[in-house]
């Protein structure tokens, strides 16, 4: 089951989501589904199921506020959350979001669906700034050191992503920059 806009929305009060994970939750949403509107434009032959990839956007990080449990990380709670609410479809995608995922072909992303959501989280942080910025706000962060090495590890692959879903689209990065006011 792909809950509804109107249903994932209510899930943020329920697990009293943070306003600025609201408002970033918001712009990946609205960025992905950009995404995949241009893809699907610039190649009909693409499928890209939109209420599954709006659902996991809104939702992927749902778990900011609530308590972990042992050996959870994010989006481990997130995960467990949507599928203890009947929503695997999404949980799937979600599993497939967070930095570290890209560097483990197990949970990588393949479908449209993850790469988009992928995509859109990394070039995100309240609106959209681009992949090589918000790696320069995680490296401004103090982090520890085996997070560091994660995004030594994960940012060229991150780029090709990018690469990769922007040639899809026929955009460049300064394209999706100033239509970013208008979507």
């Known amino acids: 089951m792909i809950p509804t806009r109107e249903q994932s929305l209510l899930l943020w009060d329920k697990y009293n989501l943070p306003s600025p994970k609201r408002i970033h939750m918001e712009a990946v949403a609205k960025l992905a589904f950009y995404l995949a509107k241009k893809i699907t ?63 483990d072909p197990t949970i990588a992303p393949k479908t449209w669906e993850e790469k988009l959501l992928y995509l859109a989280d990394k070039m995100t942080k309240y609106e959209v700034i681009g992949v090589e910025h918000r790696f320069k706000l995680w490296y401004m962060e103090k982090l520890p050191p085996d997070a560091f090495k994660e995004l030594d590890a994960a940012l060229p692959k991150v780029k090709a992503l990018e690469k990769e879903i922007l040639e899809m689209a026929g955009l460049t990065f300064e394209q999706i920059r100033t239509d970013s006011q208008t979507i």
Do not use: M, Q, W, Y
């Open 41 to 103: 434009d610039h190649d009909p032959r693409i499928t890209i199921d939109l209420k599954l990839l709006e659902a996991a956007a809104l939702l992927h990080d749902i778990d900011k506020n609530v308590t972990k449990r042992e050996g959870e990380r994010h989006p481990d709670t997130a995960v467990r959350i949507l599928k203890e609410l009947g929503f695997n479809e999404v949980a799937e995608v979600v599993r497939k979001h967070p930095l570290h995922s890209i560097l």
